[in-house]
């Protein structure tokens, strides 16, 4: 029994709404990385910071991208983030889930001895091998994995009306077996 949720999906023309949100990510770290360097240790290189400035500002979910069928699906993990909170913008060549994941310390939790959660910014863009038909596209969010799926540009299953034809060139070929 299926109780998937749906994620809010931006269904895109082209891929500069997500250039433009990658670019606003990059810039937050780079920011954060040029604050680290002011107090960087004196042996540490410059990668440091932005290694440090890129992990205190996005959290990169691991991703799965499979094709079958002409269908594209990936598979984002992503626990702990609501469904309403997801953003995902799909463009011909590019999907992207953005979410603000939010983690407060609470004093009744006791005496945290390890905690790895933190707030920041889900960012996860994709680029797909082939277009994609951004019609197509759908999202679920079920069990903290977002799922989007999209037909490859120019499938079958991406215009019904090819499938037409083929049935009534089926039907032709039962009905020239007849008698």
Known sequence: MKSAKAAKLVVLENSDPISAETEAIQSRIRKRAFDLSQMRPPDAHELY???????????????????KDGTFHV?????????????????RDQILLKAESMHEANADDGIVHMSDFKSATVFRSVNLPE??????????????LVHVSANKEGTVAEA???AAPTRKATAKKSRSKLP
Not at 49 to 67: F, G, N, R, T, Y
């Open 49 to 67: 910071d932005w290694i440090m400035a890129e992990s205190q500002v996005i959290s990169v979910p691991p991703v799965k991208l499979v094709e």
């Open 75 to 91: 598979t984002f993990a992503v626990a702990g983030v609501s469904p309403d909170d997801l953003n995902v913008m799909v463009a």
């Open 131 to 144: 277009p994609i038909d951004v019609r197509s596209a759908k999202v679920d969010f079920e069990h903290g």
């Open 160 to 162: 019904p009306k090819r």
